[in-house]
Structures are given as C-alpha cells and as structure tokens.
C-alpha cells in the first residue's frame, strides 16, 4: 500500500537560514509527487509536484525538491528561510486510477517555526 | 475564478444533529474529493468523485456520512447523525482528471460537535 512519512513532526529554523524538510514514500510504480503548504486557518495550496523528468523541481515561493528514486525520498528544499514560511508543510503521493490522477496520499505534515 | 468554494466556513452542531456541508469545485475540473482534517489522523480521503460519479468511497467512516454530486459544479457531504469524534476541518479539492493536474483546496469548514 502507499505511504508517505514525514519523519520531523516540527521543525524551528531562524530567518534567513537553509531549510531541508523530509519525505519518504512507498509506492510500487513510478509516483506522482507532491509538497502542499498549509497556512494556520487555510487550505493547502500547492508548492511544487514532480510527475517524470528532471528529478529537481522548482516550485513557488523559492523552494525546490529533488526526488530521488533509489532513496525513495522527495524532499523540500528552501536555501533562505523567511518568517512568512511559518506554516505546515504536507507531502503527498498521487494514486493512479486507469492512468488519471487519483486521490492523494498524504504524509502527517511537518509544522516548521521560524525564528526571527 | 474564485477557487474552490466551501459553505459554511464554521459549524456548530449538538450531538445527533445533521450537518450538510457544501462544496462547488472550480469550473471546469471533472475530479472532487472529500477530506477531513484532525490533529490525531491528520489528512483522511473520505470520497472521491469522478465527473460526478463516486469512485471511491473506501474513507467514509460509516453509515452516517454521506456525499454526492448531483452535477459537475456541486457536492454535499452529510452526516447524520453527527457525533463528538466527527469534530474536524472538512476540505474539499478539485482537479482535472488528467495525469499531471495537481488538486486545488477550498479553506475548509471547520465543524464543531457537541
């Protein structure tokens, strides 16, 4: 069955620090995937997703992820911290249903602080 | 396009009410999926709609939730009826049903049980 782990339940950095967040999957074919960001009170919007090719991606926002098949990983990366990151961060995997995009599979989240 | 629409933001009910929650997905998008948010599970599919017909409803807790999806621009999730452990945020998503179309998430109810 798909998973995903985020293994860093909170994550505390200071402004204008690097920031790496954590994410293994564990699906049986090539994944579909995602990093959504949650402000307090809001939905999730999406960050960046990764479907086939160039296993670094550029999303909003600054940040970037690099899958990496042999780790089973995909994680988020942002080279300078600002305060306004300041949100939980949600990793997810994309099922497929006859080759369409299915429903999303997703990890607990990783709640990061920033400090100023 | 004003993005997904959630109504009502907030919810409060007493035990044994019904709560219908509403959702009208961006135009255009032929997917929409139910979830429900709690500190203790985290994000859980309840259902998942394809051009209006429910594919999976494997995350529905029981028989007291109920969605549907009576056209390409509306969806309701019911519970009835309502209880405690039903307290959560409720998202509704939308994308295309096409291979790299991320989902897109309304704000969320919030619904209080008590």
């Known amino acids: 069955a798909q998973s995903v782990t985020q293994p860093d339940i909170h994550i505390t950095v200071s402004e204008g620090a690097s920031l790496e967040l954590r994410c293994n999957y564990s699906?049986?074919?090539?994944?579909?995937l995602f990093w959504y960001v949650q402000s307090p009170g809001q939905g999730l919007q999406l960050l960046l997703k990764?479907?086939?090719?160039?296993?670094l991606v550029q999303g909003i926002k600054g940040f970037e992820a690099e899958f990496k098949r042999s780790q089973s990983s995909f994680n988020l990366r942002k080279p300078s911290v600002h305060w306004s990151d300041a949100a939980e961060y949600f990793c997810?995997?994309?099922?497929?249903?006859?080759?369409?995009?299915?429903?999303?599979?997703f990890g607990k989240g990783t709640k990061l602080s920033v400090k100023p | 396009d004003a993005g997904v629409i959630q109504s009502p933001r907030h919810e409060v009910t007493e035990m044994g009410q019904e709560v219908t929650l509403r959702c009208k997905p961006i135009?255009?998008?032929?997917?929409l999926f139910w979830y429900r948010q709690t500190m203790m599970r985290g994000l859980e599919l309840l259902i998942y709609?394809?051009?209006?017909?429910?594919?999976?409803d494997s995350g529905m807790p029981e028989d007291r939730f109920s969605a549907k999806m009576p056209n390409a621009s509306f969806s309701t999730l019911k519970i009835q009826p309502s209880e405690p452990r039903d307290s959560a945020v409720y998202f509704c998503?939308?994308?295309?049903?096409?291979?790299?179309?991320?989902?897109?998430f309304g704000p969320g109810t919030r619904l209080t049980v008590t």
């Open positions: 709609f394809n051009n209006n017909v429910p594919i999976d």
């Open positions: 990764y479907f086939s090719g160039d296993t």
């Open positions: 997810a995997v994309g099922r497929n249903y006859g080759g369409s995009q299915g429903n999303l599979i």
């Open positions: 699906y049986g074919a090539t994944p579909y």
């Open positions: 135009s255009g998008h032929n997917s």
């Open positions: 998503a939308s994308s295309f049903d096409r291979g790299r179309d991320e989902q897109y």
